[in-house]
């Protein structure tokens, strides 16, 4: 009798698991093991699978290794009106990621292209700072997916009606309805502009 391989009927039948299609393994780092599970997970849970085909093509740029780097964070504030007498007294250290990425497993950041999100502070180019964890909701600045493609708008959800708004007048709104391909891949919490 041989021994080993194949077995008929053995194993997870085909295109069975979360996502209803076939599946391969793969070795992951221990240390990135959970970033993995949650960025996983939060395809699993979606409804739209156009979410995770989209999540293929945004493309990762950099590391996903964590960094700390404290910088000295000082007590006074800068005036934009009239000037203050200098202060040099330290309140404390600031860590960037800290500071802007409280949830770094949902988190992406991806560039803002055109104007049409000026008067929210948006310029073409900025870094958005996406948190995936966010359940979007009414007046949100959100990441969507709309017919396939990326957009960044505000979010205005009112019972059924749901729209995504340009924060420029010379821009279209543009009316969700139900023949749609729609999805919300995540929530922007704060923008890096560059002078």
């Known amino acids: 009798m041989a021994r080993g391989g194949a077995r008929p009927g053995a194993g997870r039948k085909t295109n069975s698991g979360p996502f209803g299609e076939q599946t391969v393994a793969r070795r992951i780092p221990l240390s990135l093991l959970k970033d993995v599970e949650e960025y996983i997970g939060s395809f699993k849970d979606s409804k739209n699978k156009q979410h995770f085909k989209i999540g293929h093509n945004l493309k990762q740029l950099g590391s996903m290794q964590a960094s700390n780097l404290n910088l000295p964070l000082y007590e006074s504030r800068v005036a934009a ?65 709309l017919n396939g493609e990326l957009t960044v708008k505000r979010l205005h959800s009112k019972g059924k009606e749901v729209a995504l708004l340009a924060e420029n007048p010379e821009y279209p709104a543009f009316e969700v309805r139900e023949e749609n391909d729609f999805f919300i891949l995540g929530v922007v919490t704060s923008v890096i502009h560059q002078y």
């Open 81 to 145: 009106g009239y000037p203050s007498p200098a202060d040099d007294r330290l309140e404390a250290s600031l860590d960037l990621n800290q500071h802007l990425i409280p949830h770094p497993s949902s988190t992406f950041f991806v560039r803002a292209s055109g104007n049409s999100m000026i008067n929210a502070g948006i310029n073409d180019n900025d870094i958005l700072v996406v948190d995936r964890s966010i359940e979007p909701k009414h007046g949100d600045i959100v990441i969507a997916a």
